[in-house]
């Protein structure tokens, strides 16, 4: 509770610029030293490299690594200034306008300009490219440390997109050099303004990079870093306690109390506004057993949330609700109770009391495929049964998002603080259905500018949202991770989206 607490408080600083002009120096700071190596459990794609195509929250590791946003999630807030040491955003939501940072350079030492910004806004074609660009009237260089962003309508929600996890469209790349070497070739060397250039990636196995002095907010600590795909636990707990690696994430199960047992290891959880749920995308065909609110309403009490969050998100509780806890837009929901036997029942009363064929479900991938298996083991249980298919992160986020996984059913990661922007997420993945009266209120929302109104509307939509059982929400996510003897203090640093270890330039090694 006082981490989300937290949380909140520091997002509600948005418009609080106390921080744009406390950065360090970073002629006074040392030259960065040491190698730390980390052991991650996703895997990273080629396309997460280039912040045209690279939304996805598991692309926040190239994204912090080698770029920089106008905004972005830091310590300090939701929206800390970064590329732009101020913004402002006009009554009617029409207007945006950001003021560039003085001196900024990219690591191939061309200056971050504005007509950098206008580039990287029309080259993006990741999530919700198409939503927030047909919006736009024009994105204007007023000068070369000014932009401004016309929309056609009130956006009231453009800077619900800034957030990596929904779009990635306000982090800057170089237009000159993308230019020259168009996008295959920016993918195969990524050039940013980042805290570390780009050394070596191999798809799959891992990526490395080097401290780039010259960055605007500080001299990295550390001077190279290197992250290995490495998808079994086992070899990665193996190799943090051999010390080939200096962190090694997701410790769950039995692998979580070996590292509490071990004294030379170190345990660190990580927060972030991440939580599990169940979307089930055929409830609007007449002809499924989900259309029926008896049966979606018999898979929640089917599912034990407190063995899921003893098991594999320690530390965590149950949940009910999509919302984060302590969003003032929030409407918090009480989680369902485990009761197999009512869900029997309720299934009888459907008209299956011998269970029935729920059609294929998507568990989210890798080192969280446990979570969904043993989602699938409640449901048989009581008699619904589903074909578990697994995929790589990239082959699953692809199928969720190109609409491909209609017809069946996942277990979802929401990672936005704000319901608005979970919402904005989650309907525009694909196209899978929503109910007129919601999608009614969803659509008044999103040309709404009355902050009144809006609390108004998105607090109706989130009570039938709950009395429909449109979504079956589950618990938080989080990922403990272990820590060996050369890493200093805890990286895991508390703030409203980011996880693992981020700001990536503040992390220390012991001398």
């Known amino acids: 509770m006082r981490t989300k607490k937290r949380i909140w408080l520091v997002t509600a600083l948005i ?23 980390e052991a991650i459990h996703w895997s990273i794609s080629g396309d997460y490299l280039d912040p045209a195509t690279s939304h996805f929250i598991s692309a926040s590791l190239p994204l912090y690594l080698f770029h920089d946003a106008l905004v972005k999630p830091m310590p300090e807030g939701l929206y800390t200034p970064s590329l732009a ?9 029409k207007l945006a306008e950001f003021k560039l940072r003085p001196g900024v350079k990219f690591h191939n030492g061309d200056t971050v300009s504005a007509e950098d910004v206008v580039f990287s806004f029309w080259r993006y074609r990741g999530a919700h490219a198409k939503t927030i660009q047909d919006k736009t009237e024009k994105v204007e260089a007023v000068n070369p440390a000014l932009v401004r962003f016309h929309f056609k309508e009130p956006f009231p929600d453009f800077f619900e997109y800034l957030v990596p996890g929904i779009a990635s469209i306000q982090w800057v790349v170089p237009k000159k050099y993308v230019e020259r070497v168009g996008d295959a070739g920016f993918k195969k060397h990524p050039i940013g303004c980042g805290p570390y250039k780009f050394v070596e990636f191999v798809p799959g196995v891992k990526l490395v990079a080097e401290a780039f002095e010259q960055y605007w907010r500080k001299v990295p600590n550390i001077k190279r870093l290197e992250f290995y795909n490495v998808a079994e636990p086992a070899t990665r707990l193996a190799m943090v306690k051999r010390g080939e690696v200096d962190i090694a994430t997701l410790m769950q199960g039995i692998f979580y109390e070996d590292v509490k047992k071990d004294p030379a290891l170190r345990l660190v959880i990580s927060q972030s506004s991440n939580t599990w749920s169940i979307f089930m995308t055929a409830q609007w065909d007449p002809k499924s057993p989900w259309s029926d609110i008896r049966v979606r309403k018999a898979a929640s009490l089917a599912i034990d949330r407190k063995t899921l969050a003893d098991i594999f998100m320690p530390g965590c509780s149950p949940i009910g609700t999509m919302a984060l806890e302590g969003d003032p837009n929030g409407v918090p929901f009480p989680p369902d109770p485990y009761d197999p036997a009512q869900a029997k029942k309720l299934l009888a009363e459907a008209g299956f009391p011998k269970g029935f064929q729920g059609g294929k479900f998507y568990p989210y991938e890798g080192g969280y495929w446990p979570y969904g298996e043993q989602i699938a083991t409640y449901w048989k249980a009581v008699g619904i049964n589903v074909e578990t298919v697994l995929l790589d992160r990239p082959a699953w986020l692809a199928m969720r998002d190109g609409g491909k996984m209609k017809g069946g059913i996942f277990n979802n990661t929401e990672i936005h603080p704000t319901i608005g922007g979970r919402l904005l997420n989650t309907w525009g993945r694909g196209s899978y259905g929503n109910y007129p009266e919601i999608q009614a209120l969803w659509e008044q929302y999103k040309k709404e500018i009355s902050p009144k109104a809006r609390k108004e509307l998105i607090t109706r939509i ?12 589950l618990t938080p996510a989080n990922a403990p991770a272990a820590f060996g003897p050369r890493v200093r203090g805890n990286p895991f640093r508390i703030q409203p989206l980011l996880w693992f270890t981020a700001p990536l330039e503040d992390i220390e090694l012991e001398k």
């Open 15 to 37: 418009a609080v610029m106390w921080g744009m002009t406390h950065f360090p120096s970073a002629d006074v700071l040392a030259a960065p030293q040491g190698v730390l190596k």
């Open 85 to 93: 040491e101020s913004h402002t955003f006009s009554p009617d939501a």
């Open 462 to 473: 989130q009570y039938l949202i709950h009395e429909k059982v449109m979504y079956l929400p």
